[in-house]
Structure formats: C-alpha cells, structure tokens
C-alpha cells in the first residue's frame, strides 16, 4: 500500500500520456532485436548503431520517469507546496486553486489550513484544451472531498471565475495556463484572476518551460514548451508585478506575481500604453 502511496501521481500521469511511455518501451524492444540480429549476422555497423540507440531510449525512458517522479509523487519536489510558500499563505486565508487535473495538489494544499478555505474551480472546456492525455488524467482524479469545510468545489469558466471581485488573497494555477494553446485564452484567465484577486493578492503559477534540462529529458517535445520570458510577458500584460520565482531542478519554474493596488496599476500602464 505504501508502495502504490509513494508513486501513485507518476502512475496517474504515466497512464493520462500512456501512448509516449509505451513507443519509449517499443522502441527499447526494437534495438534489443536489432542488437541480437546484427550480432548473429556479424553486422558491426547496424550494432554499434543499435547499441547507440538502445542506450538513448534507456536514458530517454529513465529521464521521464524521474522528472514525473519528482514533478507529480509526494516524495517528489511538489512544486504546489512551493507555490503555497511563496504566497506566504497563512492557515486562515481564502484562497482559489484553478484546476484541470491536479485535484490530489489542491487536497494536499488544503489540508494545511485550519480557519481557511480553498475554493477549487474546475474550468475544464474539452473544445480548449483537446488533449487526450489530460482527458484520460482526469478520468483518475480522486473524489472531492464534500464534507471538508475546508474545501468548496465550483465548476467556472476562463471568462468567468464563480466568485466575487477581490474575493481571494491567493490563485494558484499549477500547469493550468499550457494547457490553453491559444495566447488569448492564457490572458483571458489572468484577467479573470486579477478581477477576483484582493489589492496586493498572489497570483502563483507553476509551468514547464523550454530550459536544457526540459529538452534533455522530453527531447523535440521540450521545443514545443513556452520560453520563462513568454510567461513574464503574459504576467505583465496582464497587469501584475513580478516578486518571485524560483527554478525547480530545471524542471518547472514556480512565479509569484502580486496584483498591484489602484496608484500602483496606473503607473503600470503607462508604459504599455505608449508603445
């Protein structure tokens, strides 16, 4: 039982992104036969190039595996644990956790307060965010707990947060904004976000983004992941100061970005107004 506790976010994952694990392992079998077959015809160029192979999808394999390891398992890096640090959260706050599909962080994150209160919004829309592998994510989230007076569950939408203007002192979106491929549905949520942040409320986003490390462990996928100066654009855009971040072993990167008060926003816009 201890076993299944320890690993069960890297399995969940593993099973949502099944189909890159599973050409990984084919691959593996392929340079194993491929080895065995050069070998018995006396191929030595075909060999040394199926041994090349062989140790690339090993260290491709095992990459993957620690990086959902320490991404998504307790004994992991926990980057929502992090993210809640970095708010400076007390135990007696109001907070909004934007989901998609880490129901497991918000439980975690939630069992910290006493007083407090998480409202868990879940903005899933299959039209803006198509991937299968998230689809297959959350058919295994566990069941919200209902009878917590800790937790609120609320379904909402990126143009529309079910709560009240400057409700909540924190939001966390932890891999919630790549999801949306579309620029303007990332701004669209951070506009929603800063209508229901509190004056100098924390706005904690955690993201993986293109660093060597990404692009190492998931290869030409690395590519496709945003660059750390697309998110600090976004954030600025939107109309919130960067105070904040942190690097998690070139994996993900962890942003606190406070919304400013009335003086300190109209100061932000000039700047962006001229150009």
Not at 7 to 17: E, K, S, V
Not at 109 to 119: A, P
Not at 155 to 184: C, F, H, K, M, T
Not at 253 to 268: E, F, N, S, T
Request: proline share 5%; net charge positive; aromatic share 8%.
């Amino acid at each position: 039982m201890s076993q299944v506790s320890r690993y069960q976010g890297a399995l969940r994952h593993i099973y949502a992104y099944w189909p890159r694990y599973a050409l990984l392992y084919a691959g593996l079998i392929t340079a194993v036969l491929l080895i065995g077959i050069s070998a018995n015809q006396g191929w030595m160029g075909l060999l040394l190039l199926s041994v090349a192979l062989l140790i690339t999808l090993c260290y491709a394999l095992a990459g993957a595996l620690w990086a959902v390891h320490q991404l998504y398992d307790a004994a992991g890096l926990q980057p929502h644990q992090l993210l809640f640090d970095m708010g400076q959260i007390r135990e007696t706050d109001r907070l909004a956790f934007i989901d998609l599909d880490k129901r497991p962080q918000a439980l975690a994150l939630g069992r910290r307060l006493t007083s407090g209160q998480v409202t868990v919004i879940d903005v899933y829309n299959p039209q803006l965010t198509p991937g299968q592998g998230l689809a297959r994510s959350r058919a295994r989230l566990p069941q919200p707990l209902l009878n917590d007076p800790r937790f609120v569950w609320r379904n909402g939408r990126i143009d529309l947060l079910p709560l009240p203007n400057e409700s909540v002192s924190a939001v966390i979106l932890y891999e919630v904004l790549s999801q949306y491929w579309q620029v303007g549905d990332q701004e669209m949520l951070l506009r929603e976000v800063r209508r229901v942040l509190t004056p100098n409320g924390r706005l904690l986003i955690a993201e993986r983004t293109r660093t060597r490390n990404n692009i190492l462990l998931m290869g030409p996928a690395g590519l496709s992941l945003a660059p750390l100066t697309h998110w600090r654009e976004l954030l600025h855009r939107a109309g919130f100061v960067i105070r904040r971040e942190q690097n998690l072993s070139g994996l993900i990167h962890c942003l606190r970005a406070d919304k400013p008060v009335a003086a300190q926003a109209q100061q932000l816009q000039l700047p962006w107004g001229d150009g």
